[in-house]
């Protein structure tokens, strides 16, 4: 009955909340043979409070908070810092605080060892929802032993906001398949981590293992155990990995990613307390609408809206948006991205005022100028340098012109355009795009990567016109329903990394030659629209910069480019680009 003293090693349910440091200890022990001390480290200049929350399996739970000094250590262990919990089987552990970059871990004794106390390891997993080295979608535990004494248990945590399936495939050495198991991991809860010894999950093993835990729909961390005969373990987290489940046909999918943004001549939007309170609601609204999709988004802001919030936000009824001023909301509550976006002020400038509505900024270039008339590009455009209109100098940044002081790295492009968007890059896919003339080009030593948009415009929620008077050729998400449909029918390979994006607009009527268009109403009804090609996993809603990270993690950071001529819009498009530069 060994494996049942590795159970009372390994089981917590919270709802996730974006903090500026939230980190997971996937499983820490108190009981009478497993001991837990916890660690956190406060690397920074100002004191830290910080909130731990200890959580079972069975759904009983603790927290606490405590205060570290600058550059200090919380040691203790978890009968002393979580008394309440008292002994049974092992809990998750979250940190919690406003402050940014603390770190922590674990070490788990067992008591029982020869040894008196047999240490292991284990460092906490940053819960972002973002993919990283250590959550995504399946999680490879890459040895698990089941022979010559050996037992080993992985612990698998969903963190994601909804239940989950996980499936489990165990592979022998040679990559083949020993094992799919559909049913341990059924119906996971939040945070409410599944734990289990090899020996269960593949009864009478002939060889050590390699678990894949995989779930299409949900975002995974964990980490694995090693006991010797002994029981003395050894620990180490759970890595991200790439997976096609070798049981299931590939699907093409698109990564569509929604964005807004507003402007620097909106004083008369937000430029008074009245008129800002009215733009907020209407926001709330669309940040919601968004959500209840289960879509996200990239808000994109230039300074005046930044300036009218810090004027404001303080005087305002915040009930809607949890007791926080709306951009905390968006980061920390509903996981969007907030971009700094200019035209004549500047990004470190932006995202400078962004940091005093305590939030991050995100390092995604929310728009910048990419193109113009007169040149050889397709007869009469010429591709400018990008990098030099986003004011980017010879070190990467970009340094502020009102707040000198600030300096702020941009590392993805979104929205390449055109002034006016008569002819913006409207390509799809993801790649590093080289200065002027080689932006479609991929170079591997730059430093910022370009998530390609598709055609992201739609008559549906932005009018039938841009302001600059330019036709929107697509409506109802009729671009991305055209990329998909060209996956469906074997136009396009599977294993492509399609992009696409969708355009909405910041404020609540758009009005255009008699016509008025409510936008959150019509944003509404694309995403109505598109909800048959999200449930069936042809689309899924990822911000610019999670799109980066799968790109990297999932697809090896391959480029990937797809040219906008072989879309039914693209002549519309390109003849009318051609009438204004020809004016």
């Given at each position: 009955m060994r494996w049942f003293w590795c159970l009372w090693l390994l089981g917590g349910g919270v709802l996730w909340a974006q903090q500026q440091s939230d980190l997971l200890l996937p499983w820490v022990s108190r009981n009478a043979q497993f001991e837990s001390l916890v660690f956190v480290n406060n690397p920074t200049d100002i004191p830290a409070?910080?909130?731990?929350?200890?959580?079972?399996?069975?759904?009983?739970g603790a927290s606490t908070t405590v205060t570290i000094n600058p550059r200090g250590s919380l040691k203790g262990?978890?009968?002393d810092l979580l008394p309440s919990m008292g002994e049974g089987s092992g809990m998750t552990i979250r940190v919690t605080s406003s402050t940014r970059d603390l770190t922590a871990g674990w070490v788990t004794n067992n008591l029982d060892a020869p040894s008196g106390r047999s240490p292991s390891q284990g460092l906490a997993v940053p819960v972002n929802l973002s993919p990283s080295d250590e959550i995504g979608q399946a999680l490879m535990f890459g040895h698990l032993p089941a022979t010559e004494g050996f037992t080993s248990a992985p612990v698998i945590v969903n963190i994601s906001e909804r239940p989950a399936d996980v499936t489990l495939y165990f592979f022998n050495n040679n990559g083949d398949v020993l094992h799919v198991d559909r049913s341990s991991?059924?119906?996971?809860?939040?945070f409410r981590p599944f734990a289990a010894v090899v020996s269960q999950l593949l009864p009478g093993a002939p060889e050590d293992v390699v678990l894949i835990a995989y779930s299409p729909n949900a975002t995974l961390a964990?980490?694995?155990?090693?006991?010797?005969?002994?029981?003395?373990?050894?620990?180490?987290?759970a890595r991200s990995v790439g997976f096609i489940p070798p049981d299931e046909p590939q699907q093409g999918k698109v990564y569509v990613t929604l964005f807004?943004?507003?402007e620097d001549s909106w004083t008369n939007v937000v430029g008074t307390r009245q008129a800002y309170t009215?733009?907020?609601?209407?926001?709330?609204?669309?940040?919601?609408?968004?959500?209840?999709?289960?879509?996200?988004?990239n808000w994109q802001s230039d300074h005046v809206v930044l300036e009218a919030m810090l004027a404001y936000e303080a005087g305002v009824d915040q009930s809607g948006s949890n007791g926080k001023n709306i951009v905390r909301y968006?980061?920390?509550?509903?996981?969007?991205?907030?971009?700094?976006h200019v035209h004549v002020s500047n990004f470190a400038d932006v995202a400078a005022l962004i940091e005093q509505l305590e939030v991050l900024p995100s390092n995604v270039l929310g728009g910048v100028r990419h193109v113009d008339c007169g040149g050889d590009y397709l007869g009469f455009l010429d591709l400018i340098d990008w990098r030099v209109e986003a004011g980017i100098n010879a070190t990467g940044t970009i340094v502020g012109r009102e707040n000198p002081n600030a300096v702020w790295r941009p590392?993805?492009?979104?929205?390449?355009a055109m002034g006016g968007h008569w002819f913006d890059d409207f390509s799809v896919g993801v790649w590093q795009p080289g200065a002027g003339a080689d932006f479609a080009e991929h170079d591997p030593n730059s430093d910022i990567v370009y998530v390609g948009q598709g055609y992201p415009h739609d008559s549906t929620n932005l009018g039938p016109n841009q302001a600059s008077g330019a036709r929107i050729y697509a409506e109802n998400g009729a671009f991305i329903k055209e990329l998909v449909g060209k996956l469906q029918d074997g136009s396009l390979a599977a294993d492509g990394f399609y992009t696409a994006s969708l355009h909405i607009r910041d404020n609540r009527i758009v009005r255009d030659g008699g016509v008025e268009i409510d936008v959150n109403a019509g944003l509404n009804q694309v995403l109505t629209e598109l909800a048959p090609l999200a449930a069936a996993g042809w689309i899924e809603y990822r911000t610019y910069g999670e799109v980066v990270a799968l790109w990297r993690q999932e697809y090896g950071a391959k480029p990937f480019r797809l040219g906008f001529e072989s879309f039914s819009m693209y002549q519309d498009v390109r003849d009318q680009a051609a009438d204004f530069c020809a004016r």
């Amino acid at each position: 009955m060994r494996w049942f003293w590795c159970l009372w090693l390994l089981g917590g349910g919270v709802l996730w909340a974006q903090q500026q440091s939230d980190l997971l200890l996937p499983w820490v022990s108190r009981n009478a043979q497993f001991e837990s001390l916890v660690f956190v480290n406060n690397p920074t200049d100002i004191p830290a409070e910080l909130t731990l929350t200890g959580l079972r399996a069975t759904g009983d739970g603790a927290s606490t908070t405590v205060t570290i000094n600058p550059r200090g250590s919380l040691k203790g262990f978890v009968r002393d810092l979580l008394p309440s919990m008292g002994e049974g089987s092992g809990m998750t552990i979250r940190v919690t605080s406003s402050t940014r970059d603390l770190t922590a871990g674990w070490v788990t004794n067992n008591l029982d060892a020869p040894s008196g106390r047999s240490p292991s390891q284990g460092l906490a997993v940053p819960v972002n929802l973002s993919p990283s080295d250590e959550i995504g979608q399946a999680l490879m535990f890459g040895h698990l032993p089941a022979t010559e004494g050996f037992t080993s248990a992985p612990v698998i945590v969903n963190i994601s906001e909804r239940p989950a399936d996980v499936t489990l495939y165990f592979f022998n050495n040679n990559g083949d398949v020993l094992h799919v198991d559909r049913s341990s991991a059924v119906a996971l809860e939040p945070f409410r981590p599944f734990a289990a010894v090899v020996s269960q999950l593949l009864p009478g093993a002939p060889e050590d293992v390699v678990l894949i835990a995989y779930s299409p729909n949900a975002t995974l961390a964990g980490c694995g155990f090693v006991f010797n005969s002994d029981l003395e373990p050894a620990l180490a987290n759970a890595r991200s990995v790439g997976f096609i489940p070798p049981d299931e046909p590939q699907q093409g999918k698109v990564y569509v990613t929604l964005f807004s943004h507003n402007e620097d001549s909106w004083t008369n939007v937000v430029g008074t307390r009245q008129a800002y309170t009215a733009y907020r609601e209407n926001l709330l609204q669309r940040l919601q609408l968004i959500q209840s999709y289960g879509a996200t988004l990239n808000w994109q802001s230039d300074h005046v809206v930044l300036e009218a919030m810090l004027a404001y936000e303080a005087g305002v009824d915040q009930s809607g948006s949890n007791g926080k001023n709306i951009v905390r909301y968006m980061v920390e509550d509903l996981a969007f991205s907030v971009d700094p976006h200019v035209h004549v002020s500047n990004f470190a400038d932006v995202a400078a005022l962004i940091e005093q509505l305590e939030v991050l900024p995100s390092n995604v270039l929310g728009g910048v100028r990419h193109v113009d008339c007169g040149g050889d590009y397709l007869g009469f455009l010429d591709l400018i340098d990008w990098r030099v209109e986003a004011g980017i100098n010879a070190t990467g940044t970009i340094v502020g012109r009102e707040n000198p002081n600030a300096v702020w790295r941009p590392g993805i492009l979104s929205v390449p355009a055109m002034g006016g968007h008569w002819f913006d890059d409207f390509s799809v896919g993801v790649w590093q795009p080289g200065a002027g003339a080689d932006f479609a080009e991929h170079d591997p030593n730059s430093d910022i990567v370009y998530v390609g948009q598709g055609y992201p415009h739609d008559s549906t929620n932005l009018g039938p016109n841009q302001a600059s008077g330019a036709r929107i050729y697509a409506e109802n998400g009729a671009f991305i329903k055209e990329l998909v449909g060209k996956l469906q029918d074997g136009s396009l390979a599977a294993d492509g990394f399609y992009t696409a994006s969708l355009h909405i607009r910041d404020n609540r009527i758009v009005r255009d030659g008699g016509v008025e268009i409510d936008v959150n109403a019509g944003l509404n009804q694309v995403l109505t629209e598109l909800a048959p090609l999200a449930a069936a996993g042809w689309i899924e809603y990822r911000t610019y910069g999670e799109v980066v990270a799968l790109w990297r993690q999932e697809y090896g950071a391959k480029p990937f480019r797809l040219g906008f001529e072989s879309f039914s819009m693209y002549q519309d498009v390109r003849d009318q680009a051609a009438d204004f530069c020809a004016r």
